[in-house]
T-cell receptor, first 113, second 108 residues
């Protein structure tokens, strides 16, 4: 399996809801990433997990909570989001940090109403 | 601060014409640079990394540290090259910084 998978593909949630985005890879990669991509903008890094430990948090609001239960899974827990959080959320993985190729998932299209 | 600049939002060429997508970066150390591509309805994927110095799908990119540039070039564009191209910089840590992207349109 050489792909990063993300579920769900689309998510619509209200501002009081709690939901989670899921990301999975079975390539033995030890670094995993969450990015946020607004329309017609480049991906912006949110979080990095390296060897299942959070190594980078790009000053993301606490309403976004990442979790890495094991080396293959990455979750992003969402709570009390704002409409401006609507975006495409991309997950990526790489063999190791920084200098390795990042493999991207197809993304979850999130709409906050 | 580290930054990646892609001055062209859109580049339109005819099939068979040469293509150059510009990328400039600001970083005082030794960066690692990449070109990522996103074809229509497909996921973002790596096209080139400077360290490997290879040609992929006819594209090449040379790191010019003096001009802090990493332009992507192809001598003869094909219609299937139409896509969004992002230049990206990685430095020291796990961070990957993307440029704003250039949409390449290749007309028949």
């Amino acid at each position: 399996d050489t792909e990063v998978t993300q579920t769900p593909k689309h998510l619509v949630m209200g501002m009081t809801n709690k939901k989670s985005l899921k990301c999975e890879q079975h390539m033995g990669h030890r670094a995993m990433y969450w990015y946020k991509q607004k329309a017609k903008k480049p991906p912006e890094l949110m979080f990095v997990y390296s060897y299942e430990k959070l190594s980078i948090n790009e000053s993301v609001p606490s309403r976004f909570s990442p979790e890495c239960p094991n080396s293959s899974l990455l979750n992003l827990h969402l709570h009390a989001l704002q409409p401006e959080d609507s975006a495409l959320y991309l997950c990526a993985s790489s063999r190791g940090p920084s200098s390795y190729e990042q493999y991207f998932g197809p993304g979850t299209r999130l709409t906050v109403t | 601060a580290q930054r990646v600049t892609q001055p062209e939002k859109l580049l339109s060429v005819f099939k068979g014409a040469p293509v150059e997508l510009k990328c400039n970066y600001s970083y005082s150390g030794s960066p690692e640079l990449f070109w990522y591509v996103q074809y229509s309805r497909q996921r973002l994927q790596l096209l080139l990394r400077h360290i490997s110095r290879e040609s992929i799908k006819g594209f090449t990119a040379d790191l010019n540290k003096g001009e802090t540039s990493f332009h992507l070039k192809k001598p003869f564009a094909q219609e299937e090259d139409s896509a969004m191209y992002y230049c990206a910089l990685s430095y020291n840590t796990d961070k990957l910084i993307f440029g704003t992207g250039t949409r390449l349109q290749v007309f028949p």
